[in-house]
Nanobody, 125 residues
Framework: QVQLVESGGGLVQAGGSLRLSCAAS????????MGWFRQAPGKEREFVAA????????DYSDSVKGRFTVSRDNVKDMIFLQMNSLKPEDTAVYYC??????????????????WGQGTQVTVSS
């Protein structure tokens, strides 16, 4: 069982930055590849970024590539999402998720085993 808790969301103006964090409660954090998803009002949850168990491999959706950076700290059992050049269309609830390690591109919700409760990001124009 893995419990995930996101933090760092808030209100920011377009062009600004935010850094999201996700803390994992597990003794085997490096057994998991991790991902970030987001869900805007009235829309389906969508893939944002993923990082392998070691942090050595990452993947991004086309909509955030070049603006967002995913990373992890395997000592603190945390992952991060640095979001720069934010746009109003980035407004959503952001979720972190964990999948049993074995790196491959995972963009579907059902490929992840554990989910956090989400943190709201609002970008004003």
């Amino acid at each position: 069982q893995v419990q995930l808790v996101e933090s760092g969301g808030g209100l920011v103006q377009a062009g600004g930055s935010l850094r999201l964090s996700c803390a994992a409660s597990t003794r085997t954090f490096t057994n998991y590849d991790m991902g970030w998803f987001r869900q805007a009002p009235g829309k389906e949850r969508e893939f944002v970024a993923a990082v392998s168990w070691s942090g050595g491999r990452t993947d991004y959706s086309d909509s955030v590539k070049g603006r967002f950076t995913v990373s992890r700290d395997n000592v603190k059992d945390m992952i991060f999402l640095q979001m720069n050049s934010l746009k109003p269309e980035d407004t959503a609830v952001y979720y972190c998720a964990a999948a049993s390690a074995g790196w491959r591109t995972r963009t579907n919700l059902n490929e992840y085993d554990y989910w956090g409760q989400g943190t709201q990001v609002t970008v004003s124009s």
